[in-house]
Nanobody, 122 residues
Framework: VQLQASGGGLVQFGGSLRLSCAAS????????AGWFRQAPGKEREFVAA????????YYADSVKGRFTISRDNARNMVHLQMNSLKPADTAVYYC????????????????WGQGTLVTVSS
């Protein structure tokens, strides 16, 4: 499966952004999907994951209650709605696909999309 992320940009503190990830190639509904991020000078970290049907989601503590992951298998899309953004959320965001939900949350993925930059100004 190939992934293409979009939707990044510059937003002010407290603002919102919606990231999207378009999948192509293999049957997207066969995969769990997730988002990771990498801030300057830091390692890539897990943000959110969703299982193949959308019935289960999991979030990093740092974004819980502010971010929402969703998917539309009919359109082969995954979205990350980000609200109440903080400067600490500034990072390059990557979408990912994996076979096993638990493994995806731990960074074991089958495919990565290219990153999309999110910058939150204070």
């Amino acid at each position: 499966v190939q992934l293409q992320a979009s939707g990044g940009g510059l937003v002010q503190f407290g603002g919102s952004l919606r990231l999207s990830c378009a999948a192509s190639g293999r049957t997207f509904s066969d995969y769990c999907a997730g988002w990771f991020r990498q801030a300057p000078g830091k390692e890539r970290e897990f943000v959110a994951a969703i299982n193949w049907s959308g019935s289960s989601t999991y979030y990093a503590d740092s974004v819980k209650g502010r971010f929402t992951i969703s998917r539309d298998n009919a359109r082969n899309m995954v979205h990350l709605q980000m609200n109440s953004l903080k400067p600490a959320d500034t990072a390059v965001y990557y979408c990912a696909a994996g076979v096993v939900f638990l493994h995806l949350r731990n960074g074991i993925v089958s495919a990565w999309g290219q990153g999309t930059l999110v910058t939150v100004s204070s």
